[in-house]
Nanobody, 116 residues
Framework: QVQLVESGGGLVQAGGSLRLSCAAS????????MGWFRQAPGKEREFVAA????????YYADSVKGRFTISRDNAKNTVSLQMNSLKPEDTAVYYC?????????WGQGTQVTVSS
């Protein structure tokens, strides 16, 4: 079973940037589409971005389009999310998973807090 570990979160001012990383162990996910998801306090977990297994296609939620960039390195079994022009409403715990997500693959996530 694959284990996913997210890192790179932190506290940043509005307008700042962060780069999140997701490392997989247990098995490769090079043939899976992968995604980033987030959950803000008191809200449902929501889709943020996804990338095809080859990296050739990417998809974004409207709320982050033009600000976030998802990428992957299949040789290293990692997926990244570059987040620019961060807004307070981006504050959430961010998770990576396959897309569509597998219930058993949710990790601990990484907290992103954007101050105004």
């Amino acid at each position: 079973q694959v284990q996913l570990v997210e890192s790179g979160g932190g506290l940043v001012q509005a307008g700042g940037s962060l780069r999140l990383s997701c490392a997989a162990s247990g098995r490769t996910f090079s043939r899976d589409a992968m995604g980033w998801f987030r959950q803000a306090p008191g809200k449902e977990r929501e889709f943020v971005a996804a990338i095809s297994w080859s990296g050739g296609r990417t998809y974004y939620a409207d709320s982050v389009k033009g600000r976030f960039t998802i990428s992957r390195d299949n040789a290293k079994n990692t997926v990244s999310l570059q987040m620019n022009s961060l807004k307070p409403e981006d504050t959430a715990v961010y998770y990576c998973n396959t897309d569509p997500p597998r219930a058993a693959s949710w990790g601990q996530g990484t907290q992103v807090t954007v101050s105004s």
